[in-house]
């Protein structure tokens, strides 16, 4: 699924915290996956976790909330 430029533009709100949830997310399917560059998405597609972080995180599919005193370290 290729990522839409216009929604990666059109941010609203505070886009540290949206680009710290995409990392985390994207970490997360990572280690789920075996540490993988990759996920299974369907029966045969796969697709770069990095872009299926972002995607999920730009549609709203993934809810995340920002806690800044635990990224205070």
Do not use: C
């Amino acid at each position: 699924m290729p990522i839409q430029i216009d929604k990666i533009l059109g941010l609203e709100g505070n886009k540290y915290e949206k680009t710290v949830a995409m990392i985390k997310y994207a970490r997360f399917l990572s280690q789920k996956n075996d540490d993988s560059l990759e996920a299974a998405i369907g029966r045969s597609g796969r697709e770069k976790i990095t872009s299926l972080a972002i995607n999920d995180i730009l549609t709203g599919k993934v809810p995340y909330t920002f806690d800044p005193a635990k990224e205070e370290k």
